[in-house]
């Protein structure tokens, strides 16, 4: 019986921690929940904000878009928004209700970055757990080496977010860091209300009202 009680006294303050650990974590969600994408709820597109399709974009000084193509020069996935010298290259697809994508998809993009040489890190941001990369590239004297991207992943109802955060931003630079966390906090989600299979990427259209859009190449 003394062990019992014993351990009911260790207990006693194992549950005062895991209650104030449970606090702290209600903290974090909350905080997390601050920031963006948030989802558009079905609404339309909003005052001062261009239609890109799944994604809701607002019209902020200099910011450029610049649509990354599939092989097939028609598809359109992932759409890069240029802000200063940095980008953030950002891809929605659908995710169950129950959650959980982020943590899947970060352990595929870990293995990717990884077997094609690169080095991940993972760091818990003010989005989550991200992932803090070295991505094996050739830089611009020709060389190779590594380029450091920044990954976030943000869950919303039914759909994850992938922004990839690259340049200026990504190497440091705590103004370009900023701006990027700026543009993404704004962000507009629309999935729809379309059936979609498991991790199924959401089209993106490009913007008939702008000139700074890369073509189909």
Not at 26 to 49: F, H, I, K, Q, T
Not at 114 to 121: C, I, W
Not at 129 to 138: I, S
């Amino acid at each position: 019986m003394a062990f019992f009680r014993r351990k009911a006294k260790q207990s006693a303050g194992a549950d005062k921690a895991e209650a104030e650990g449970t606090y702290e974590e209600l903290e974090e969600d909350a905080e997390v929940a601050l920031r963006g994408p948030r989802d558009s709820g079905g609404s339309p597109v909003p005052s001062g904000y261009v239609d890109l399709g799944a994604l809701y974009v607002p019209r902020l000084p200099g910011l450029q878009w610049r649509g990354k193509f599939e092989a097939d020069k028609t598809t359109l996935f992932r759409m890069l928004l240029v802000l200063g010298t940095s980008g953030v290259t950002v891809s929605v697809a659908a995710a169950p209700k129950s959650g959980g994508a982020w943590s899947e998809l970060s352990d595929q993009i870990e293995t990717s970055i990884v077997s094609a040489g690169g080095v991940v890190e993972r760091q818990v941001g003010p989005y989550g757990t991200e992932l803090h990369a070295k991505v094996a590239a050739v830089l611009p004297d020709g060389t190779r080496g590594f380029s450091p991207l920044r990954i976030i992943g943000v869950e919303g109802p039914r759909w994850v977010a992938r922004l990839d955060v690259a340049g200026a931003a990504a190497g440091g630079d705590e103004a370009q860091m900023a701006a990027c966390e700026q543009l993404i906090d704004q962000l507009i989600v629309h999935r729809g209300d379309s059936p979609r299979i498991r991790f199924e990427v959401l089209p993106l259209t490009l913007p008939k009202d702008t000139a700074a859009v890369d073509g189909p190449r």
